[in-house]
């Protein structure tokens, strides 16, 4: 798994997910989506592309998506501890 962050002008970034599912990314989408000024989750072609975001923010994009993956965790956590 790897995550790349790509610049793409003022305040927009590209952030593409290399070996990590679309439903992940639309997942981190969803936790961004009220902390940025634009979010959007795309994979332009099924099979040969990767999934990325597109961001726009006046925020660190790194932390962002630090912060959004950590608040999946606690509720994919919630939700085995629900399970035992």
Known sequence: MEIKFTKKGDDLYEIEFIGIDLSVVNYINEKLVN????????KEHPVVA???????????????IHEAIKDIIKELDKLEASIK
Not at 35 to 42: E, G
Not at 50 to 64: G, H, Q, R, S, V
């Open 50 to 64: 990767e999934p990325k975001l597109i961001i726009k923010t006046e925020k660190d994009p790194k932390k962002l």
């Open 35 to 42: 902390n940025v000024k634009f979010s959007a989750s795309l």
